[in-house]
């Protein structure tokens, strides 16, 4: 069968699926939206409880890991993504869900040998490139300091 180039791209058009790009973006939108809606609200809590605005994000963090763990954990957090997409993956619980799920799922290999080694293969790059664009940027800064 000899296809020509423009022949061959009407064919995978013809099968392709329709991209619902607007939607899915209302959607990333919405999602992510409401889950740094829920982050702000723990943050107005502890600092109605009293932390200072050092140690409030700080918390928030903490709090917002731990959920996205636990939502992945019952299994909850993909659900959410499967609807929200990139929405569900730019907050931190996007991070810690990405650590979350491969240990989760490598789990009836052992401890050793499956969570420990799993646990980083998705999130491993992003840690390393993020401490190493760090390093270089904190280089940056201080011989920028010194001209």
Known sequence: MNMTDKEYHELVQSKAPKSKIFVNCLKAF???GIICTI?????NLYKY?????EDAPV????TMVFLGILLTGLDIYPKIAKHGG???LVPVTGFANA???P?????????VLGVGAKI????????????LASVVCGILYMLWGLI
Do not use: M, R
Request: proline share 2%.
């Open 49 to 53: 409880l009293g932390l200072s605005e």
């Open 86 to 88: 990139a929405g569900t």
């Open 103 to 111: 240990a989760l799922e490598a789990k009836t290999e052992g401890y």
């Open 99 to 101: 650590v979350a799920a």
């Open 59 to 62: 918390l928030v963090t903490i």
């Open 120 to 131: 980083f293969t998705i999130a491993g790059p992003v840690i390393l490139y993020g401490t």
């Open 30 to 32: 919405a999602i992510g």
């Open 39 to 43: 982050g702000q609200c723990f943050l």
